[in-house]
Nanobody, 127 residues
């Protein structure tokens, strides 16, 4: 059974930093993609960033480019999201998701193509 567990959320003042982790287990896919999405109360889920398990291709939402960095450690099956220069509008529940197929970069933001989702971790940025 595929399991994804996000952690590392918390409260931070604007301009601060947080690092989220997503631990994954229960699968043996050769090539897959992992993504971060966030959801704000009353709004649609929003793409944040994604990474391919091999080749290291990454994709970012325009709103986080230059501030967030996604990375992965395949030996530990953990994905990270380093978030710097946080803004109040970054507040939300951050979830990690897995697509067991190799994705082209232009499709990494498509939430409906991710088959597995973990529970989210709350990020709150105060002004």
């Amino acid at each position: 059974e595929v399991q994804l567990q996000a952690s590392g959320g918390g409260w931070v003042q604007a301009g601060g930093s947080l690092t989220l982790s997503c631990a994954s287990s229960g699968f043996n896919f050769d090539d897959y993609s992992l993504g971060w999405f966030r959801q704000f109360p009353g709004k649609e889920r929003e793409f944040v960033a994604a990474i391919r398990s091999s080749g290291g291709g990454t994709s970012y939402a325009d709103s986080v480019k230059g501030r967030f960095t996604i990375s992965g450690d395949n030996t530990k099956n953990v994905m990270y999201l380093q978030m710097n220069s946080l803004k109040p509008e970054d507040t939300g529940v951050y979830c990690c998701a897995l697509d067991p197929r190799r994705k082209i970069l232009s499709r990494m933001s498509y939430a409906n193509e991710y088959d597995y989702w973990g529970q989210g971790t709350q990020v709150t940025v105060s002004s």
